[in-house]
C-alpha cells in the first residue's frame, strides 16, 4: 500500500512507548458537578491507549480538556515533558494534538474537501486558497479510507458513516502526532472498521500516539496496547492490553458483571400492529432504489430486529416509515389502516413514530431542556382550551423521566449536559409520551455504554410486554442476537432472511446480511458475554 497522503516523519524526540503527553491531577468542574476527580493519564508515542467507562463516567471530558476544547478546572497538561496550557483547539492541532469527537463536527452546507480543510487553509504563492490541492489530497484521504466520496460532495448529502469517515479524514489531514478517537467507529460498518483499524497500524507504526475511546468493548480491546478505566469521574484501573479481558474491563467500568439476554422473554403477541407491503423507496437525489419490494409486520408486543450492514437501505426505510421520505411503491397499514399519505405529525398521533439515527441532530432541540425535549412530541395531550396546561405537563414530564430512568438533576437540566445514554432515553421517552402503537428506533444504542444499552432495552421490552410494537435498526449483531424476538436482514435494499435468535447462529445471521466476520468481530461480542451463554 502507498504511504498516506499526510504521512509525516517520525519527529525523533519520541520513541515507542515513550509518554508524549500527560495528565497530572485533572479536575473538571461543572457547577455542583465534578466530572473529573484528580484523573493522571498518559499517552504514549506508536502505541494506542483505549480509555473505558460508562456514559458520564467523565472520558469524553478528559479527551476535551486534552485537545483544548475545554480547560481543567484544577491539574497540569505535560507535552513532551513540558508543562503546557491548550488555550484552544487551535493551539493544540498546531502542538500536534487532534481530536474525531463522537458526534460528527462537519459544517453540513460545505462539502467534503471544505469540511476537512476550514481553518487551516492550504495556500497558493499568490496567497489564495489552493483547492486544486486540497481536492488533491481530500482524494487520497478518502482511497485511504477506501470510500468513494469526491471531494466536491456536500456533507448533508453523506449517510451518518460516511460523515464519521469524513471527521477522521480530517484529523488525518492535520498530521498530528496525538490523536484522540472518541466513538470513530459508532457510525461505522464493520468493513470500515477494518480499514480505520489498518490507518490506525500505519499511524503507530509511524510513531503516532492513539488515544481511542469506544462502547464496542471486544473492538476496542483488539486494537489497544494499553487500557485504562474512567468511573465517576476517577481512574479506577490500568493496565497492559494483553493482562485484560472483555469481563476484566466491564466490572471495572460498572462495578458489577452487567447482564442482558432478552431471549427468552415472553412472546404472547397480539394482532399485527404495522404491515408493511411491497414497499419500494428511491433516493431523492439519483433516483437509485433504496427499498425494494420490502415487506414486513410487527405484531403488538413484538420486538423485530432489523439487521444489517451500512447502506442497505434500513434508515431509508425506517425514515419512509415514519413519513419523513415518499414512497415510490407499496402500502403501510397501522392497525390496518393506510397512512401512506400522512405526513410525521399526523403518523405520530396515529401512534407511529421515529427515534433517529443522528440523536444531536434530529432527536433533541440543544437549546432546550430535558423536560421541554421530553413534552415536545405529545404537547397535544396536555392543551386545555387551546393553551398548554403547564400543570398537566409537568406531572407527564415527571412522570415520563421516571419511567425511563433519565438521570438528571430535574426538568430543568439543559439536554446538552446530559451523557449521550440519557439524551438517548429522553429521545424515546419522547416518544413514548405519545403513546404510540409501534415504536421505530435507528441504531438506537450508537455510542452508549453497555450499562445504558441493557436499561434502554429493558424498557423496551417491559413497553413490548404492554402491548407496544418495535422496530428497531442495529448494525451490532450482538446486539441482534440478544435484544430481539425476531431478526429481519436486510442487503442491498431488500430483505432476505428472518430469524429466531433463540435456534439461530450469529455466523448465519452475518452471512445473510453479506457480512463475515472480522478479527473485531470474530470473538465473542460484548453483549453475548455479558448477557451469559445458553
Known amino acids: 500500500m502507498s504511504a498516506p497522503a499526510t504521512e509525516v516523519a517520525p519527529t525523533g524526540t519520541a520513541q515507542i512507548g515513550e509518554v508524549v503527553l500527560r ?34 463516567a467523565g472520558k469524553s471530558t478528559l479527551m476535551k480538556i486534552l485537545s483544548g476544547v475545554e480547560q481543567p478546572t484544577g491539574g497540569q497538561l505535560v507535552l513532551h515533558e513540558e508543562p503546557v496550557t491548550l488555550e484552544n483547539t487551535v493551539d493544540a492541532v498546531e502542538r500536534g494534538i487532534s481530536i474525531i469527537h463522537q458526534e460528527t463536527n462537519l459544517c453540513p452546507n460545505l462539502n467534503v474537501r471544505d469540511n476537512i480543510f476550514l481553518g487551516r487553509e492550504l495556500r497558493t504563492r499568490a496567497g489564495g486558497i489552493d483547492y486544486g490541492r486540497e481536492a488533491e489530497i481530500t482524494s487520497r484521504l478518502m482511497r485511504q479510507l477506501e470510500e468513494e466520496i469526491a471531494p466536491q460532495t456536500l456533507v448533508a448529502d453523506l449517510r451518518m458513516g460516511q460523515q464519521q469517515i469524513v471527521e477522521i479524514a480530517r484529523a ?41 475511546i ?51 422473554e415472553p412472546r404472547d403477541f397480539g394482532e399485527v400492529a404495522l404491515s408493511v407491503r411491497n414497499l419500494t423507496v428511491a433516493d431523492l437525489a439519483t433516483g437509485r432504489i433504496v427499498v425494494d419490494d420490502v415487506s414486513i409486520d410487527v405484531r403488538a408486543g413484538e420486538i423485530v430486529c432489523l439487521y444489517g450492514l451500512m447502506g442497505a437501505g434500513r434508515t431509508e426505510l425506517m425514515e419512509t416509515l415514519a413519513g419523513r421520505d415518499p414512497m415510490t411503491a407499496g402500502e403501510v397499514l397501522l392497525n390496518g389502516e393506510d397512512i401512506a399519505g400522512l405526513d410525521v405529525s399526523e403518523r405520530i398521533s396515529r401512534g407511529l413514530g421515529l427515534v433517529p439515527e443522528d440523536r444531536q441532530r434530529d432527536g433533541v432541540v440543544q437549546m432546550l431542556s430535558v423536560g ?58 419522547k416518544l413514548l409520551m405519545t403513546d404510540p402503537t409501534v415504536l421505530l428506533l435507528d441504531e438506537p444504542t450508537r455510542g452508549i455504554d453497555v450499562g445504558a444499552k441493557g436499561e434502554i432495552f429493558a424498557l423496551l421490552f417491559k413497553e413490548a410486554r404492554k402491548g407496544l ?30 430469524f429466531d435468535p433463540r435456534t439461530s447462529s450469529r455466523a448465519e445471521v452475518m452471512a445473510a446480511s453479506g457480512e463475515s466476520a472480522s478479527p473485531a468481530t470474530s470473538t465473542t461480542t460484548t453483549d453475548e458475554a455479558i448477557g451469559g451463554t445458553q
Open 23 to 56: 495528565a497530572v491531577g485533572i479536575s473538571k468542574t461543572y457547577g455542583v458537578t465534578k466530572a473529573l476527580k484528580g484523573v493522571d493519564f498518559d499517552v504514549r508515542a506508536g502505541q494506542v491507549t483505549v480509555l473505558f467507562g460508562e456514559n458520564g
Open 469 to 498: 410494537g418495535v422496530l428497531y435498526v442495529t448494525s451490532e449483531i450482538g446486539e441482534a442476537m440478544t435484544a430481539s424476538h425476531r431478526i429481519v436482514v436486510m442487503n442491498k435494499g431488500r430483505i432476505v432472511r428472518e
Open 172 to 212: 488525518l489531514a492535520a498530521e498530528a502526532r496525538i490523536l484522540i478517537m472518541d466513538e470513530p467507529t459508532s457510525a461505522l460498518s464493520a468493513s470500515e472498521v477494518e480499514v480505520l483499524f489498518r490507518v490506525i497500524r500505519e499511524l503507530t507504526a509511524n510513531g503516532v500516539a492513539i488515544v481511542y
Open 214 to 264: 469506544s462502547h464496542h468493548l471486544e473492538e476496542a480491546i483488539s486494537i489497544a496496547d494499553h487500557a485504562v478505566v474512567l468511573r465517576d469521574g476517577e481512574l479506577v484501573a490500568h493496565e497492559p492490553a494483553g493482562d485484560i479481558d472483555l469481563p476484566w474491563v466491564v466490572h471495572r467500568m460498572t462495578g458489577r458483571q452487567a447482564e442482558y439476554d432478552f431471549r427468552e
Open 372 to 429: 421541554s425535549n421530553l413534552s415536545l412530541a405529545g404537547l397535544r395531550s396536555v392543551v386545555r382550551r387551546g393553551l398548554i396546561s403547564r400543570t398537566s405537563e409537568s406531572g407527564r414530564i415527571r412522570r415520563g423521566m421516571d419511567e425511563v430512568t433519565v438521570k438528571a438533576a430535574g426538568p430543568g437540566t439543559p439536554i446538552t449536559s446530559l451523557s449521550g445514554g440519557n439524551q438517548q432515553k429522553v429521545v424515546i421517552g
